[in-house]
């Protein structure tokens, strides 16, 4: 007989439904030629319980039918064993079923899209489908009988290897996933055990893989992006806070310097903690207005100057062992960003240099300077327009980096330093600024040669007013009475002196009541309100003052302007909405404003 003809077909039918069945753990069908079939392990089986002479196609066969010692399995049922065998006299199939010719599977499976083997003991190849041929690269005369190993590449990957020995020798159906790096391929090999040895399947599933990455690449950036807006929201919370804090640090600051005289000794040292903290107020600014989604006004800003005065900020905070290097002399460049982008970016760059030199030790160059980019250029954070580049340039000699972590730099949260010594936000922060202002940065690095980091800021021409040299404002009052209503106690205190140096007469109410008391019964020109307060907001203090007949002009001070909030401030007749993140100063010169418009500004330079 031959291994494919019709009557070896119905034969393993009617062996596979005794087996499924569960009649026998071990079934025989003899011919009076040769062994045809056989299933289960003919080691384990006891002596045959049943023997049954069939005929089919013509030809007479016995079955022996055995079971298992195991006594946890049924007693074999001879009665059902023997209708098996007589339904399949009958009828060629035990169910009925008609068995297709095997030319006819043979086609089919050449019509599956999955790569199929049927392999024998031996790993000689028994039979396979036309994906097969296609994915070994040979044709099935060149398969048949040889060695699944010799033939196909891929059966030889250790992960697919130890399943297909695991499975021929435990006799266990199993699967794998894999990744085949010569063909840059995903496969999903799935392996059953049968009679002649076993039969496998073969899958390409690449492009599934690939949509699984990018769902979960989706699903990363989801998350990250929901970290970032509730990171968004708390630093809202805490630069809303921080603002009062730093007017008091200003104002104060200023008041010194005003106090000290150009030659004093301390004279310096007021005015760096007034820059610094004009610095930290424009971030401070610029968190709340990024929670607001909006990006900041900005002027032209002269970039050597704030960079030299951002190194000078850095030189208190930098190791004596590192030798920094700055070259910002020369003409000046221009560029369209905010001083403390400035700062961020200096402070963050000089920061990684030295942190990444071994012990410490080293040499830090900062450098700007103006380049004319021709063309199209690709950088790390991605492509530069053709046009005039103010380029900012950090480098040190310090350890460099393995191009795995070059890729993943400006990643938020990304960082190599130990637990609680690094955020991952420094370089982010960079590229996040370099993006905003259509700029970029290009990184030069390898490992153990340092690191050079040079960002690019589209260049505008250099006229341009120094913001560090700008000097206090000069507005004065002429001793007009101000009610100022804050409840944080600190910047009632500093607000009162600064604006009683600028001339005015300015008295403090930490709670609205006893400042509307006042408002009612004593004489003021102008009154300044916080909006937040426990008891009343600053709009209702002003609703309360229209309806009680007080006209005075009333600005609104607060730390968070909304659409919103300008309507009612309109309609509760507030003249101006100050915004707290601008320094307190500039209060001075919006109060002169506000009285020389006020009607009743006329009707007193009249008396
Ligand atoms: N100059 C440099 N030389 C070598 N590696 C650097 C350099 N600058 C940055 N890196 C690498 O990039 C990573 C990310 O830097 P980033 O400034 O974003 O975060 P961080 O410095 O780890 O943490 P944080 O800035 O919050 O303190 C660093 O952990 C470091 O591995
Ligand atoms: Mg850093």
Redesign the pocket.
């Known amino acids: 007989m031959t291994p494919n003809s019709p009557v070896r077909f119905a034969l393993q039918h009617f062996l596979d439904n005794l087996l499924r069945e569960g009649l026998c753990v071990y079934a025989e069908l003899w011919s009076r030629e040769a062994l045809v079939a056989s299933r289960g392990d003919p080691t384990n089986a006891a002596e045959p319980e049943v023997v049954q002479q069939v005929d089919l196609g013509g030809k007479p066969y016995t079955v022996l039918a055995r079971r298992d010692d195991n006594p946890f399995l049924p007693p074999l049922d001879v009665a059902a064993v023997r209708r098996c065998a007589e339904a399949c006299q009958e009828d060629t199939s035990p169910q009925g079923v008609t068995i297709p010719p095997p030319d006819i599977l043979a086609r089919t499976l050449d019509f599956v899209t999955d790569a199929f083997v049927l392999v024998g003991h031996g790993w000689e190849i028994l039979h396979c489908n036309l994906a097969f041929e296609r994915l070994s690269g040979f044709p099935d005369s060149a398969l048949l009988g040889q060695s699944l190993w010799t033939r196909c590449g891929v059966f030889k990957l250790p992960a697919i290897r130890t399943q297909l020995l695991s499975a021929l020798a435990n006799g266990q159906a199993s699967e794998i996933e894999c990744w085949n790096s010569d063909s840059d391929r995903w496969l999903y090999v799935r392996i059953f055990p049968c009679t002649e040895g076993l039969s496998v399947f073969v899958q390409d599933i690449t492009a599934r893989k690939k949509v699984e990455e990018t769902k979960l690449d989706l699903e990363r950036q989801l998350s990250q992006g929901r970290r970032m807006e509730s990171l968004g929201t708390l630093a809202a919370g805490i630069a809303h806070d921080f603002n009062n804090v730093l007017s008091a640090v200003i104002g104060h600051a200023g008041m010194l310097r005003e106090k000290l005289d150009a030659h004093h000794a301390a004279r310096l040292h007021a005015d760096e903690i007034w820059v610094a903290a004009s610095r930290a107020r424009d971030l401070t600014g610029r968190i709340l207005a990024y929670s607001r989604s909006s990006r900041g006004e900005t002027d032209k800003q002269p970039l050597k100057a704030l960079t030299r005065e951002s190194v000078n900020l850095l030189k208190a905070t930098l190791p004596t062992t590192v030798r920094l290097n700055a070259q910002l002399d020369g003409q000046e460049v221009c560029a369209r960003i905010l001083p403390s982008e400035v700062q961020q970016i200096v402070v963050?760059?000089c920061?990684?240099?030295w942190?990444?030199m071994p012990n410490g030790k080293g040499h830090l160059h900062v450098n700007v300077s103006h380049v004319d980019v021709q063309q199209e250029m690709p950088v790390d954070t991605g492509v530069l327009q053709p046009g005039a580049y103010v380029m900012l340039t950090?480098e040190?000699d310090?350890?460099?980096?393995s191009p795995d972590?070059?890729a993943?730099?400006?990643?938020?949260f990304?960082?190599?330093?130990a637990r609680g010594?690094?955020?991952?936000?420094?370089?982010?922060?960079?590229s996040g600024i370099a993006s905003a202002r259509e700029g970029g940065i290009r990184v030069t690095?390898a490992e153990g040669e340092?690191?050079?980091?040079d960002v690019f800021i589209p260049a505008c021409d250099d006229d341009h007013s120094d913001p560090t040299t700008s000097s206090l404002p000069t507005h004065k009052g002429h001793s007009e009475r101000v009610a100022y209503i804050d409840d944080d106690p600190v910047v009632c205190v500093m607000v009162e002196q600064l604006l009683n140096t600028r001339g005015f007469v300015t008295t403090t109410f930490a709670d609205p009541e006893s400042a509307l008391q006042a408002l009612l019964t004593q004489h003021f020109d102008i009154v300044v309100t916080d909006q937040n307060m426990p008891d009343f907001s600053g709009v209702e203090v002003a609703n309360i003052l229209r309806t009680r007949g007080v006209d005075l002009p009333i600005v609104l001070s607060t730390g968070l302007i909304s659409e919103e909030l300008r309507k009612a401030a309109k309609e509760a007749g507030i003249c101006e909405v100050f915004p707290k993140e601008r320094s307190f100063e500039d209060l001075a010169t919006l109060l002169i404003e506000c009285l020389a418009r006020s009607p009743r500004a006329g009707a007193a330079s009249q008396q």
């Open positions: 963050n760059l920061t990684n240099a942190q990444a950090v040190d310090g350890a460099g980096m972590v070059r993943h730099l400006f990643e938020p990304f960082t190599t330093k010594e690094g955020t991952g936000l420094g370089l982010y922060v960079v690095a340092g690191a050079r980091f």
